[in-house]
């Protein structure tokens, strides 16, 4: 008897190696990806602006970075002691005004150079619902807890969608000619917004979404939506909240990406590299034993001889540890 709805999920082509640059940009639910990434020791870099979650304030940062483009203490705004852009997450709030420009436009420097030798662009929509100023109708990406009368909420419409990622792709593939694009939409639902609006809005991007990878080439869809809401589709893989999936639910995401948008020796390399990541966090109940020590020794010549094979992933936090036993008097 079947339990679950399959999905066939085609095989990336080409597939994610351990010698490609991704950027992920978007909501909470790509830090899920990127962390699993990172976490393995992927080149990666996530959010340069913090946490996005509608098409118009991830396509605006996009073209931050392809223009380089620098920002300066006009972008900011006081609220609640501290100084804050429109443009950015929280993250980069500060009460002081230059130290916010300053980590802005540090984050804004890397993202450029990034994308501009970037092999793939993960973009995770999580919302169609924009929030615009109400004094100039200019769309924010983050409320910064202002107050509601600040803003106008505006439901995208699927057109409207649709021209701003048609915009933004023409730039990005002008900018980096060799980039691949991954789309997903995130499966937390904003309930906030209310169960039928959460519904419209994912429709909405769903059908803008695979209006854009039937139109371009080197763009593919990830379904880490429909992961959740159609095969899992049970609120025990839930939180608490009934709105974030659960960390049962985003890990059996996660490896169908691995599955998806890897080979086999990547996968293989990838539960490789988990090993040693979690044999460094492992904490010895008596460092000076003999057993530890040999631990320690095993666990070096594992991560040399990965070093030796895979020269272009960095293992200097894993030699240092583990040459801690070598450099004991």
Not at 245 to 255: I, W
């Amino acid at each position: 008897m079947q339990f679950q709805v399959p999905i066939n999920i085609k095989k990336l082509e080409p597939s994610i190696t351990y010698k490609d640059k991704i950027l992920l940009i978007g909501s909470c639910f790509t830090e899920h990806i990127g962390n699993y990434l990172e976490g393995t020791k992927f080149n990666v870099l996530q959010n340069p602006h913090g946490i996005l979650f509608e098409p118009v304030g991830v396509c605006d940062s996009l073209v931050s970075y392809i223009e380089n483009r620098k920002y300066t203490e006009d972008d900011l705004f006081y609220l609640n002691e501290a100084w804050h852009s429109w443009h950015h997450h929280s993250r980069f709030s500060s009460v002081k005004k230059e130290d916010a420009i300053t980590e802005i436009n540090k984050s804004q420097q890397q993202a450029h150079e990034f994308l501009k030798d970037a092999d793939w662009l993960i973009i995770t929509l999580g919302s169609s619902f924009v929030y615009k100023l109400v004094k100039n109708m200019r769309p924010v990406v983050n409320c910064h807890k202002a107050p509601a009368q600040t803003f106008i909420k505006h439901l995208s419409t699927i057109e409207e969608i649709i021209t701003t990622l048609d915009t933004t792709i023409h730039r990005l593939f002008h900018f980096n000619k060799k980039l691949r694009i991954i789309f997903t939409i995130s499966p937390v639902r904003h309930l906030r917004d209310g169960v039928m609006e959460n519904n419209r809005s994912k429709a909405r991007l769903i059908e803008a979404v695979h209006h854009m990878v039937n139109k371009f080439e080197r763009l593919y869809y990830f379904p880490a939506y429909e992961l959740v809401i159609d095969v899992l589709r049970d609120y025990r893989f839930y939180d608490i909240d009934m709105a974030h999936p659960n960390y049962s639910a985003t890990q059996f995401v996660l490896e169908k990406f691995a599955e998806s948008c890897m080979d086999e020796p990547t996968q293989n390399l990838m539960e490789d590299i988990r090993k040693i990541v979690i044999a460094r966090q492992h904490k010895p109940f008596n460092p000076s034993s003999q057993q530890h020590k040999q631990f320690m020794r095993t666990q070096l010549q594992k991560v040399e001889e990965l070093q030796k094979e895979y020269n272009y992933i960095d293992f200097t936090k894993e030699l240092a540890y583990f040459s801690k036993e070598e450099q004991a008097p």
